[in-house]
């Protein structure tokens, strides 16, 4: 069964840097589209960041120029550094692998931005 482990959230002043980090197990992770997404309290979940396989980062506008999304494909794992943190990035972060018709997730950990 494939897992999805992130670590790394918690609670950060505005301004501040938080890495989350994702372990992927039972996967053959090099193939995978991986992803960063989020949902905050009473919104739907939205896309944040992209890696594929061979290392090309996509993001959504509103984390251009602060966040970093990175991955080592030998050790199944995926990061999201996030810098310059604001309110509105307050969610819980799920971690996602998209191969073709394949998409799993992993089970989510909070991040909140508040002073």
């Known amino acids: 069964q494939v897992q999805l482990v992130e670590s790394g959230g918690g609670l950060v002043q505005p301004g501040g840097s938080l890495r989350l980090s994702c372990v992927a197990s039972r996967i053959g992770f090099r193939g995978y589209v991986m992803g960063w997404y989020r949902q905050a309290p009473g919104k739907q979940r939205e896309l944040v960041a992209t890696?594929?396989?061979?290392?090309?980062?996509n993001y959504v506008d509103s984390v251009k120029g602060r966040f970093t999304i990175s991955r080592d494909n030998a050790k199944n794992t995926v990061a999201l550094q996030m810098t310059s943190l604001k309110p509105e990035d307050t969610a819980v972060y799920y971690c996602?692998?998209?191969?073709?018709?394949?998409?799993?997730w992993g089970q989510g950990t909070r991040v909140t931005v508040s002073s």
């Open positions: 890696i594929t396989s061979d290392g090309r980062p």
């Open positions: 996602n692998a998209h191969l073709e018709w394949l998409d799993y």
